[in-house]
């Protein structure tokens, strides 16, 4: 068939086949495409001949929605809908926007962007009604996203939505504002404290929780992150809506039970960390996707069966696009389900983070980096330990310089204090074939926050410097005595006028810099250039936080914030100006917390937002520093491999695979009462297996006087 047309048609066969190639995207109108798919580049349509071509090219996509009458896609420019998917809206008015400050040139600009989406979903029997949400809010819809109205949120303490969803549900207290019969209920699920719920047509309604049933985090209470929020309608029974829900971090599948506000569990991997996500439900079955596979749950019993045959599909649809997917919606008759999260199906380490994957080291204190004997203990347990990476400070906790800079101009904002022969150094390491990575300690910096009369300081409300302080009270001492500073001394607290006591305030022994400051990530910027030129291999990026300790952090105030800005704007701000800066791998410090959760709390370090910019993430998930009995059940010893095993990969997932995780390991000695008991060489060989059985990503040992007898040998 295919010589007789060539043969008697080759003219007309030419044409059509530079019309499909050049009008591809306009064939869509007639239905060509069978399935759409999500990329970083954009949306595409792939036919039946496997060809793909450009539906929206406006962003990244990472959900496909079909709402009968339009598709809707989430991205990184929000949320944008089209009715024939050749013309496409906007859909973002009402939703809350975020800054991104430019510095170039001297001169800055700024980019306004649509604050990050968590989440998107379609109420499923009125196409009117689409539900989203971002960090620490609720949005509702009633005509197709052209208007958005807050619904708040729980009565959470942090932030750290991870999804969302619509349906019409069986009223249980009395009638709603639209119909007698049922209520718009608005689903949200958070990353530390489960799932909510709201009538959102109800007058004064307040959130709900919805968590029985759910399988616990072990030693917290609190429910394990539901991932994904599905709602089926049975075509017979359109009043009988069915709420399905994943869990992000456990390998668990539940359905609701509306009337006991009861979840039941449909299946389990049985595993310790596990998971499922992007749930599509038929009337047969449940499709989902967990980290390798597509997999299906039968709803009749029958058990997991991996989808094999989506699978290719999804490599078959990455090929031709030539991009690797975030997601991808499979159209009638074919499907007409759509699949996201992707990501879980590949290692998703990019190109150019190779260079930084599978390194372990140690952190070198800069003072015994001094000279050649104080230098050789760690080379010895390099070579011994066989480890491959050195982390050494270059601008440590009190903002000096560890090395002489060339660059004069940094000398202007910086102090050299007790510099390490770099040259010499650095080709002791590079003999030895280490890694070598440059800590730059950023915002908290005494030196810079002293210059030019507290030019870039933090400022107090009070017209001066901003420093953290607490405060205790101690008894008086009888008239005509005094007490030195060991006297007694009362932490609860007091009446501030009881005249029996006084206050003793202590200032915490930090002063930070204005995390807004273009000027600061200038500096910043130009250390790591150096530092890059002179030999490192990684710019580790370390305090990149907002101050977090101080009962007078109220008082706290940022004079280089610029309007729209807030403390993840500001992060992400300082991120892309040194990542436009410097082509060699970028890590960054994160708390323990905020590499288990998905928040930012506190610090404005919130993983999935950070993702994006750098190449390497390091929590430090020090067991010393979480609560005593968090994960210490039975056997408790076990608790330093179960943190580190778990808390990298949940970093990794909540990273979305974009970024290498590589922990700071705790090889030293804290006086609390976990470490009394337990810590010894096997506590930190605990924490190391945990990493090596995450995929062995890398890791740091951590001992900030150099003490390094603990750690194991491969």
């Not at 009638?175 to 949200?188: A, H, K, N, Y």
């Not at 004064?204 to 759910?214: A, D, F, I, M």
């Not at 998905?598 to 067991?623: H, K, N, S, W």
């Not at 506590?683 to 603990?710: C, F, H, I, S």
Request: proline fraction near 6%.
């Amino acid at each position: 068939m295919w010589s007789m047309i060539t043969t008697k048609k080759p003219r007309r066969l030419l044409i059509c086949a530079c019309f499909f190639f050049l009008c591809g995207p306009f064939l869509a109108a007639q239905n060509s495409w069978i399935y759409l798919a999500g990329t970083a580049q954009g949306l595409y349509g792939i036919n039946r001949y496997g060809a793909a071509g450009a539906v929206w090219t406006g962003g990244q996509v990472k959900k496909i929605l079909s709402a009968g009458t339009y598709w809707a896609i989430l991205g990184d420019q929000g949320i944008s809908v089209s009715r024939d998917l050749l013309t496409w809206e906007s859909r973002n008015r009402g939703l809350p926007v975020k800054t991104i400050k430019v510095f170039e040139g001297g001169t800055k600009s700024f980019i306004p962007a649509v604050q990050e989406i968590k989440d998107l979903e379609v109420h499923p029997q009125n196409p009117d009604i689409l539900v989203c949400a971002v960090k620490d809010a609720v949005y509702l819809s009633r005509d197709a996203g052209q208007n958005w109205r807050s619904l708040g949120m729980p009565p959470y303490r942090t932030n750290g939505i991870k999804a969302v969803a619509a349906a019409s549900m069986p009223s249980l207290s009395g009638p709603s504002s639209r119909d007698s019969g049922e209520d718009l209920i608005v689903f949200v699920s958070h990353s530390t404290y489960g799932l909510h719920y709201i009538e959102a047509d109800k007058p004064r309604s307040e959130w709900k929780e919805l968590n029985q049933g759910l399988e616990t985090m072990e030693t917290t209470g609190n429910p394990d992150e539901v991932s994904d929020i599905a709602v089926f309608v049975p075509p017979a029974l359109p009043g009988q809506s069915e709420i399905f829900v994943s869990q992000t971090f456990r390998g668990r599948i539940y359905r609701l039970d509306w009337e006991t506000k009861t979840f039941t569990a449909l299946w389990s991997d049985g595993a310790d960390f596990g998971t499922a996500d992007s749930l599509a439900v038929s009337a047969q079955s449940i499709r989902f996707v967990r980290e390798g596979e597509i997999a299906e749950l039968d709803r009749a019993g029958q058990g997991v069966t991996s989808r094999l045959d989506l699978f290719n599909l999804f490599s078959r649809a990455g090929s031709a696009i030539g991009s690797e997917l975030n997601c991808l919606y499979a159209l009638p008759p074919n499907g007409g389900f759509g699949l996201s999260e992707l990501w879980l199906l590949r290692e998703n380490t990019q190109a150019e983070q190779q260079e930084a994957l599978g390194r372990e080291g140690l952190y070198i204190p800069a003072n015994h980096a001094m000279d050649d004997g104080s230098l050789a203990p760690y080379l010895r347990t390099l070579s011994e330990k066989k480890l491959n990476m050195a982390v050494i400070d270059m601008k440590d906790d009190y903002g000096r310089l560890r090395f002489t800079p060339r660059n004069q101009a940094l000398l202007s904002r910086g102090r050299v204090f007790r510099p390490v022969d770099l040259d010499r150094f650095v080709a002791a390491m590079k003999a030895r074939d280490i890694y070598l990575v440059a800590r730059i300690v950023v915002f908290k910096d005494p030196e810079l926050a002293r210059r030019d009369n507290g030019r870039y300081a933090v400022w107090d409300s009070a017209n001066k410097p901003w420093l953290g302080y607490y405060d205790t009270r101690r008894k008086k001492a009888p008239p005509g005595e005094s007490y030195d500073d060991q006297g007694p001394q009362l932490r609860e607290i007091l009446p501030a006028d009881d005249p029996e006591y006084e206050i003793l305030r202590t200032y915490y022994d930090e002063r930070w810099v204005d995390p807004y400051s273009e000027e600061v990530w200038e500096y910043t910027a130009e250390l790591a250039e150096e530092l890059i030129s002179r030999g490192f291999n990684e710019i580790q990026f370390d305090y990149i936080r907002f101050p977090t300790d101080g009962v007078n952090l109220s008082s706290a105030v940022y004079r280089w914030k610029d309007p729209g800005m807030d403390m993840e704007s500001a992060v992400l701000s300082f991120l892309r100006h040194v990542r436009s800066r410097i082509s060699a791998p970028i890590s960054i410090d994160i708390y323990g917390a905020n590499g288990w959760y998905r928040t930012g709390a506190r610090t404005g370090q919130e993983v999935e937002l950070l993702a994006p910019y750098v190449d390497v993430i390091c929590p430090m998930y020090y067991p010393s520093h979480f609560e005593q009995d968090f994960l210490a059940q039975d056997p408790a010893e076990l608790r330093p491999y179960r943190i580190y095993y778990q808390g990298t990969r949940r970093a990794r997932s909540i990273g979305r695979g974009q970024v290498i995780v590589r922990p700071y390991v705790q090889a030293f000695y804290l006086n609390v009462a976990y470490d009394r008991r337990y810590y010894d060489e096997t506590y930190v060989l605990r924490e190391a297996q945990g990493v090596w059985d995450a995929g062995k990503p890398g890791l740091t040992y951590w001992n900030n006087t150099g003490r390094y007898a603990d750690i194991p040998g491969q």
